[in-house]
C-alpha cells in the first residue's frame, strides 16, 4: 500500500462512504474534495441525535463544534465533556474519534467565556508492502489525525453574541516509500472560526417561547499537503447556518425543533472526465485548471466556491447539505431527540435518519445517538456515538453540601 492508498482510504471513509448507495450517473457525481476531512465529523451525541444540527441550540459543553459563541449565554459556569465514537464500525473495528470539548464562564458579569477542544481521529493500524502488498519492506504505521483549539466568545448585547476560535491541526499520515526511499511527513495547518449567535424569548399565548439562530464559518485556514506539497488541499471551511424555535408543551414538558444548513467554502477540484484528455488541448486545458485550483489562495477558494461548481447554480445548490432535528425535553433531566441529514446524491449521499436519548443528574450528563442510514450499504449506518459531560456549577454545588 503506498501514500497515496492511504490518504485516499482516509478520506473516503471519513468523508465519502456513501459513494456506492446510489445509482448515480459518473458524469454527475462530484463532491467537494477537502483535506483533513475528519474535521468535518460530528464529534458528539446530543448534536449527532438530531440529525446533524446544533447552530442555534440551546448551548451545551459541545458547542465549540456547532457555535462557539453560544458559550457566552451558557447558563452554568463551566462545563466539560468527553465524546467517543466507534467510526466506520460495520468495515473495522479500530478506527475512532474522540473529542474532549469545554468552557469557562468569565468575571462577575456573566457575559463572556473562554473554550477549547481536543478531537482525535485514529485511522487505525496500516500495514505496507513494497511491491504490491506482497511482503518485502513491510511496516506497520498508525495513521491519526488531531487538532487542538481554544475560542474566545462575547455577549454584544443582551441577544446577540460572537465568538473566534483559532485551532491548530496535525494529519499524520506519514512513512517511508520502500520502493523510492522517499520520507512522506506529517502535515500541519492553522485556522480560525468566526460566529454569531442571536436569541430572543418571545411570548405566545401565555407561553414564554425562545426563538434562536445562529452561524459559524468554521476552518478558515491554510492549506494542506500529505505527499510534500505535490497536492495542497483545501481545509474543509464550512459555512453553518441555523435556526431553532422551543416552547412548553406542559410543565417541565418543552420541545426544539431546528434546521441547520451547510456548504463547504471550497471551489470544485477540477475533473479528468470534464475534459477531452485525447487531445493536447484538452490536456491543457485540465492541467492549467488543475494548477490553478492547487495554487488558490484559501480565501479565493471561499468566493470561488460559490460561483464554480461545473453543473452551474443547479448544481450549487446540490452542495448544500440540511439537518432537520427535535427535541424533548423533561425538567432538564430526561431528552429524547430524532433528526433526519441529508446531501444529495452527486455531493456523497450521505443522508440518514438519527436518534438519540440523554439522562442528566446534578453534575453528570450521558447522551448516546444510533444513526440509520438510508440506504443499507453506507458503512455509516448504525453508527453510535457517547457522550458524557460534566456541569461545574452542580459538582461545586455538590462539594458545598459534603462540606457542609
Not at 503506498?2 to 456513501?18: D, F, P, Q, R, V
Amino acid at each position: 500500500m503506498n501514500l497515496k492508498t492511504i490518504i485516499t482510504g482516509s478520506a473516503l471513509l471519513a468523508s465519502m462512504a456513501a459513494y456506492a448507495q446510489n445509482d448515480i450517473k459518473d458524469n454527475e457525481f462530484n463532491p467537494v474534495n477537502t483535506g483533513v476531512t475528519t474535521l468535518s465529523i460530528t464529534p458528539d451525541a446530543r448534536g449527532s441525535g438530531m440529525g446533524n444540527l446544533g447552530a442555534a441550540t440551546d448551548p451545551d459543553m459541545n458547542s465549540q463544534f456547532w457555535n462557539p459563541s453560544k458559550y457566552a449565554f451558557a447558563y452554568s459556569q463551566g462545563g466539560l465533556a468527553l465524546s467517543y465514537t466507534p467510526w466506520l464500525r460495520k468495515i473495522v473495528n479500530d478506527i475512532f474519534l474522540a473529542d474532549l470539548s469545554g468552557y469557562w464562564k468569565l468575571g462577575s458579569g456573566d457575559n463572556q467565556a473562554i473554550s477549547a477542544s481536543f478531537r482525535y481521529f485514529s485511522l487505525g493500524e496500516v500495514t505496507t508492502g513494497g511491491y504490491e502488498g506482497d511482503g518485502l519492506n513491510a511496516q506497520t504505521i498508525n495513521p491519526y489525525e488531531f487538532a487542538f483549539d481554544v475560542g474566545y466568545s462575547r455577549k454584544l448585547s443582551e441577544k446577540f453574541s460572537m465568538g473566534v476560535v483559532l485551532r491548530y491541526i496535525l494529519s499524520d499520515l506519514s512513512y517511508q516509500d520502500t520502493t523510492t526511499g522517499e520520507q512522506f511527513k506529517a502535515a500541519n495547518a492553522f485556522s480560525v472560526d468566526l460566529s454569531g449567535y442571536f436569541t430572543t424569548f418571545p411570548m405566545i399565548g401565555r407561553n414564554e417561547c425562545q426563538f434562536s439562530w445562529g452561524f459559524d464559518i468554521s476552518n478558515i485556514g491554510t492549506k494542506v499537503s500529505n505527499d510534500n506539497g505535490v497536492t495542497n488541499s483545501f481545509l474543509p471551511t464550512n459555512l453553518r447556518l441555523g435556526m431553532n424555535f422551543m416552547f412548553p408543551l406542559a410543565d417541565y414538558h418543552t420541545l426544539g425543533i431546528g434546521l441547520d444548513l451547510n456548504k463547504l467554502l471550497v471551489p470544485t477540484k477540477p475533473r479528468v472526465k470534464d475534459y477531452d484528455m485525447a487531445t493536447q488541448e484538452g490536456q491543457d486545458e485540465y492541467w492549467e485548471a488543475y494548477d490553478k485550483w492547487n495554487s488558490m489562495s484559501p480565501i479565493t477558494g471561499i468566493f470561488k466556491s460559490f460561483t464554480d461548481a461545473p453543473g452551474g447554480f443547479k448544481e450549487e445548490l446540490q452542495e448544500i447539505q440540511f439537518s432537520l432535528g427535535a427535541e424533548y425535553n423533561y425538567n432538564q433531566q430526561f431528552f429524547l431527540r430524532a433528526g433526519y441529514n441529508y446531501e444529495h446524491p452527486n455531493k456523497g449521499g450521505r443522508s440518514y435518519f438519527a436518534f438519540g436519548a440523554g439522562f442528566s443528574l446534578n453534575v453528570v450528563q450521558l447522551d448516546a445517538s444510533y444513526m440509520l442510514a438510508t440506504a443499507q450499504s453506507s458503512p455509516l449506518d448504525q453508527t453510535l456515538r457517547f457522550t458524557l459531560s460534566f456541569d461545574m456549577d452542580g459538582l461545586r454545588d455538590l462539594i458545598g453540601k459534603r462540606r457542609k
